[in-house]
T-cell receptor, first 118, second 108 residues
Framework: GAVVSQHPSRVICKSGTSVKIECRSLDFQATTMFWYRQFPKKSLMLMATSNEGSKATYEQGVEKDKFLINHASLTLSTLTVTSAHPEDSSFYIC???FGHGGREETQYFGPGTRLLVL | GQSLEQPSEVTAVEGAIVQINCTYQTSGFYGLSWYQQHDGGAPTFLSYNALDGLEETGRFSSFLSRSDSYGYLLLQELQMKDSASYFCAVSSASKIIFGSGTRLSIRP
């Protein structure tokens, strides 16, 4: 299957700092990337949809100025958590899809980034 | 909007069969997917149903009834390594939305 990588896999930072997470599709060009957040023992909550070369579409309740998304190329999307606070501590997972949402397509998930804000 | 319902927990015995149900409400439905997630790991894709019927992949099978907005994941010959959370997810043209997950615990 397709491979999606995330970096870093784990990050610990002080409250008030910004953290950048990278998501890369390694063997295919992803027209769309998705960012999810998952709290312990909870489901994956879609934060935003990122299309290459255009602004991200944020889900209701997600602050776009807090979670900056840049989809600079067909293989790279970044999520920046600005001025992180302890309540932002979570597991952040990206996924990538090639094509344009055809009925037979699925998403390929990265390994996730565990963020701990002290 | 979109919503999915699945049981929060299921317990089964090693070697047995277990079925995890999922009902959904959505507009612009493309298909129903199933993902497995072990503690501390990322979700891994198990199956995808776009049409009614049963899809079999080894010990795992997935079923979809579009008219009933219902699907299930069937796990056979359960092994201890199958202990994990299982998520159903509905796909539309723009995104995939996940259910709350079913925690599967397997007893020896």
């Amino acid at each position: 299957g397709a491979v999606v990588s995330q970096h870093p896999s784990r990050v610990i930072c002080k409250s008030g700092t910004s953290v950048k997470i990278e998501c890369r599709s390694l063997d295919f060009q992803a027209t769309t990337m998705f960012w999810y957040r998952q709290f312990p023992k909870k489901s994956l909550m879609l934060m935003a949809t990122s299309n290459e070369g255009s602004k991200a579409t944020y889900e209701q309740g997600v602050e776009k100025d807090k979670f900056l998304i840049n989809h600079a190329s067909l293989t790279l999307s970044t999520l920046t958590v600005t001025s992180a606070h302890p309540e932002d501590s979570s597991f952040y997972i990206c996924s990538a899809r090639f094509g344009h949402g055809g009925r037979e397509e699925t998403q390929y998930f990265g390994p996730g980034t565990r963020l701990l804000v002290l | 909007g979109q919503s999915l319902e699945q049981p929060s927990e299921v317990t089964a015995v090693e070697g047995a069969i277990v079925q995890i149900n999922c009902t959904y409400q959505t507009s612009g439905f493309y298909g129903l997917s199933w993902y497995q997630q072990h503690d501390g790991g990322a979700p891994t894709f198990l199956s995808y149903n776009a049409l009614d019927g049963l899809e079999e992949t080894g010990r795992f099978s997935s079923f979809l009834s579009r008219s009933d907005s219902y699907g299930y994941l069937l796990l056979q010959e359960l092994q201890m390594k199958d202990s994990a959370s299982y998520f159903c997810a509905v796909s539309s043209a723009s995104k995939i939305i996940f259910g709350s997950g079913t925690r599967l615990s397997i007893r020896p």
